[in-house]
């Protein structure tokens, strides 16, 4: 399920993320009831997604949420196509913006994918939320600016950098929805990884038995990374990560893979210093 931001009306929709002057519908009045808020609208928006994923997020279940009908909702929020844009800039605004740069920049930038990766494994509904049209909200822009702060002080040209920022972006947002997808696999199935592996790889093993012949590489890439870090990934050098059994095993492979490709890229980032040096 992808959604697109930006269906809205445009001035409404961005007046509304702005929180410009008279977007956010009617004052407060007197009454056994208080007045609804945008804010209050997209919290709940939020817990509804959260609690249930984006398929179940509808005005009418956020109205339900806040003892209202749907339709008291459209006074301040025209639809839910503005929802979305609502819910998901509110959102980001859980993100850290203040590293500490004393360190390095190479120290901050890792605390920063691991924040955002944790963030959206929270929030896996953001990731539904397509990035071919971005919100343009300000937590999103703050969001952005944080890591952009944090890669200047590489000292590479915005030309290299531009490209880094979105490299990095579509790299933790890529891991983090492989988690994502896992989790909501197994609750929509009912059926564990473990469970799905071992009865595909059994029939795959029954018609193709000349596996190994046709895919000798693929076979020697499970077989020496196995060895390398053991079975049971105790003695994984790639990952800081300690072993946790009650974690799946395709989460546990993601959260190495997250690891290691984050050191991979910011090895690629240094290098890049040192051939602009």
Same mark, same amino acid.
């Given at each position: $399920?992808?959604?697109?931001?930006?269906?809205?009306?445009? =001035?409404?929709? $961005?007046?509304?993320?702005?929180?410009?002057?008279? @977007?956010? +519908?009617?004052?407060?009045?007197?009454? &056994?009831?208080?007045?609804?808020?945008?804010?209050?609208?997209?919290?709940? +928006?939020?817990?509804?997604?959260?609690?249930?994923? $984006?398929?179940?997020?509808? $005005? !009418?279940?956020?109205?339900?949420?806040?003892?209202?009908?749907?339709?008291?909702?459209?006074?301040? #929020?025209?639809?839910?196509? *503005?929802? #979305?844009?609502?819910?998901?800039?509110?959102?980001?605004?859980?993100?850290?913006?203040?590293?500490?740069?004393?360190?390095?920049?190479?120290?901050?930038?890792?605390?920063?994918?691991?924040?955002?990766?944790?963030?959206?494994?929270?929030?896996?509904?953001?990731?539904?939320? %397509?990035?071919?049209?971005?919100?343009?909200?300000?937590?999103?822009?703050?969001?952005?600016?944080?890591?952009?702060?944090?890669?200047?002080?590489?000292?590479? /040209?915005?030309?290299?950098?531009?490209?880094?920022?979105?490299?990095?972006? =579509?790299?933790?947002?890529? %891991?983090?929805?492989?988690?994502?997808?896992? !989790?909501?696999?197994?609750?929509?199935?009912?059926? %564990?990884?473990? *469970?799905?592996?071992?009865?595909?790889?059994?029939?795959?093993?029954?018609?193709? /038995?000349?596996?190994?012949? !046709?895919? &000798?590489? #693929?076979?020697?890439?499970?077989?020496?990374?196995?060895? =390398?870090?053991?079975?049971? +990934?105790?003695?994984?050098?790639?990952? @800081?990560? /300690?072993?946790?059994?009650?974690?799946?095993?395709?989460?546990?492979?993601?959260?190495?893979?997250? *690891?290691?490709?984050?050191? #991979?890229?910011?090895?690629?980032?240094?290098?890049?210093? =040192?051939?602009?040096?």
């Amino acid at each position: $399920m992808v959604l697109f931001a930006g269906q809205g009306d445009p =001035h409404r929709s $961005m007046s509304l993320l702005w929180r410009k002057e008279g @977007s956010a +519908g009617p004052r407060s009045a007197p009454g &056994p009831k208080p007045a609804l808020s945008v804010d209050a609208i997209v919290d709940a +928006g939020i817990a509804v997604a959260d609690a249930e994923g $984006m398929a179940a997020l509808s $005005m !009418r279940a956020v109205g339900e949420r806040l003892g209202r009908t749907a339709m008291a909702l459209y006074t301040y #929020v025209p639809s839910k196509s *503005e929802l #979305v844009d609502l819910m998901y800039d509110h959102a980001l605004a859980e993100l850290p913006t203040d590293y500490d740069l004393a360190p390095g920049w190479r120290a901050a930038v890792t605390s920063w994918a691991e924040d955002t990766w944790e963030f959206y494994l929270r929030h896996p509904w953001v990731l539904q939320v %397509s990035q071919a049209r971005p919100v343009l909200g300000p937590n999103e822009y703050g969001a952005l600016e944080t890591v952009v702060r944090l890669l200047y002080a590489t000292e590479l /040209p915005s030309a290299a950098l531009r490209r880094i920022v979105g490299t990095l972006f =579509h790299f933790v947002r890529g %891991s983090a929805q492989t988690v994502a997808e896992a !989790r909501l696999a197994a609750a929509a199935t009912g059926v %564990s990884d473990e *469970e799905w592996w071992q009865s595909r790889s059994t029939v795959l093993g029954e018609v193709v /038995p000349d596996f190994s012949d !046709r895919f &000798p590489l #693929v076979i020697r890439l499970e077989t020496e990374g196995v060895a =390398h870090h053991g079975t049971d +990934g105790a003695n994984d050098t790639d990952s @800081s990560a /300690p072993y946790d059994d009650s974690v799946p095993y395709l989460e546990r492979e993601a959260k190495t893979t997250f *690891e290691v490709g984050l050191a #991979v890229i910011l090895d690629g980032i240094e290098a890049t210093i =040192h051939k602009a040096g």
